[in-house]
């Protein structure tokens, strides 16, 4: 960490101000209002529906629209949270890696303490791989250790909705992966259920790198829940889609949609399966990249760098889950799961390794600015726009209906 950032490490420091000092912020009119992260990200088909924006905002004035975007409910007071928490905008992502300890190399899977090929001991209907994310959620909820957990509930394999689950049938129902974001950072603006509140969060890697930023710069100004989670558990990811125009592509090439029940994306393929477990299709990946979410080529994290623990299907046998173990709170959580989780030490960690380098150079490829981890935490718009502008990915004019409460109210 270079010693200029070394005061933002202190929680109550107050983020805008010390951006505002250092950047000549003050001037009103250099605000980063939520329309100009619409033009840069939302709407310039770089959004990956993480729900950091809608998280950060302290007044509450960002929603998911119907287009399952975030968007502008009540008015923008310009306090550029938004932008600063995303991403995909103001936020470096390799740069928090740093900041919070990771010194690997950019094209690595980042710190690993421990890694297991695991099983659940009694997995969840619908379970995607070993069913291990469930089980471990739901050892933890039974030994006391989470009141709740931040998950994403199936709704068929093209649609997901976050909720935070109470119980163990809540916890259960939600196993399987969902290839569509269900932005559940959002949930975080939810007041805590309980003054002894404490959640896990399973997330994408992006949702992760949102929720570490907001518990390492929070706000006074801002609610959150934030402060309450206490594991975070990361899942592998190359991309996501958006689960509409996955459905619609698959349906376009004349492949099975009527009884598909799951699918999965592992090592450059993507599978479909019946609801028996039978294999409908298989198909390169890239083949659906006109779903996947723009801005997923610009994400350098394949492996959720910054989570407590990371799991996917890379690196273990089919039916089991691969877990990499990266945090103490990781360590604690992992020996919670030890009666509900059968595993053996050890996975292989080369193909993990492979599937970041993989991602780390499709988003050095994609990316209009440098991977870099020593440069500056926060991205002004400015350095953004000289970046972006003239190429595909540059800021475009957001539709009316994103940020009307801004043309109306500021
Ligand atoms: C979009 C996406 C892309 C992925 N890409 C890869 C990949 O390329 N390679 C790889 O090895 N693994 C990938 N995975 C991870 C893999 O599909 C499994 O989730 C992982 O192996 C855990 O399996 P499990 O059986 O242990 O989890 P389960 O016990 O089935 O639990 C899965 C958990 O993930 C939550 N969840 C499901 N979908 C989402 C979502 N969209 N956002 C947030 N939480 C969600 C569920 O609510 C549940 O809590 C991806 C997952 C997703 C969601
Ligand atoms: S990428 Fe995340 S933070 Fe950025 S605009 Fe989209 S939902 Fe908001
Ligand atoms: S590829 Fe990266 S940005 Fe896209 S959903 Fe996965 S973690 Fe998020």
Redesign the pocket.
């Known amino acids: 960490m270079t010693a200029v950032y070394a005061d933002l490490q202190d929680p109550s420091a107050d983020i805008r101000a010390e951006i505002a000092e250092r950047s000549g912020l003050l001037d009103p009119l250099n605000k980063i209002w939520f329309h100009k992260?619409?033009a840069a990200?939302?709407d310039a088909d770089?959004?990956?529906?993480?729900?950091?924006?809608?998280a950060?905002c302290p007044s509450q004035s960002?929603a998911i629209a119907s287009d399952g975007?975030?968007t502008l409910v009540r008015m923008c007071t310009g306090c550029s949270a938004?932008w600063d928490?995303?991403?995909?905008?103001g936020l470096r992502p390799e740069r928090l890696w740093r900041i919070e300890g990771d010194e690997e190399p950019v094209d690595t899977a980042g710190r690993v303490l421990a890694t297991y090929t695991a099983r659940a001991a009694a997995p969840a209907a619908g379970a995607q791989d070993g069913g291990v994310v469930t089980a471990l959620l739901e050892a933890l909820f039974t030994a006391g250790q989470i009141t709740g957990a931040i998950v994403t509930k199936p709704q068929g394999p093209f649609a997901g909705e976050a909720i935070i689950a109470r119980t163990v049938e809540e916890i259960r129902g939600s196993a399987g992966s969902v290839y569509d974001?269900s932005?559940p950072?959002a949930l975080l603006n939810d007041p805590p259920a309980r003054p002894d509140e404490r959640l896990a969060l399973v997330g994408t890697p992006?949702q992760v790198t949102?929720l570490r930023a907001l518990q390492r710069y929070d706000w006074r100004y801002r609610r959150s829940l934030a402060s309450y989670v206490k594991y975070a558990i990361a899942l592998f990811c190359t991309r996501s889609f958006d689960g509409k125009k996955l459905f619609r592509e698959i349906a376009s090439r004349g492949l099975p949609v009527a009884g598909l029940q799951k699918i999965g994306v592992s090592e450059g393929k993507l599978e479909a399966h019946a609801g028996d477990g039978s294999l409908l299709f298989a198909a390169p990946v890239k083949e659906f990249d006109d779903a996947a979410l723009g801005?997923c080529s610009e994400c350098a994290d394949f492996s959720g760098r910054l989570a407590d623990i990371s799991v996917g299907s890379v690196g273990s046998a089919e039916g089991a889950t691969t877990v990499l173990v990266r945090s103490e709170a990781g360590i604690r959580a992992w020996e919670t799961a030890s009666n509900h989780i059968a595993s053996t030490p050890g996975c292989d960690l080369e193909r993990v390794q492979r599937s970041s380098a993989r991602n780390t150079r499709r988003a050095e490829a994609a990316l209009e600015r440098p991977l870099d981890p020593e440069a500056p935490l926060w991205i002004s718009y400015e350095e953004h726009l000289s970046e972006y502008s003239g190429t595909e990915r540059a800021p475009v004019t957001p539709p009316a209906h994103r940020s009307h409460h801004y043309t109306v109210a500021c």
């Open positions: 992260t619409a990200v939302i770089r959004c990956v529906r993480c729900g950091s924006c809608v950060a960002i975007l975030p938004c928490y995303c991403p995909l905008a974001q932005l950072l992006c949102g801005g």
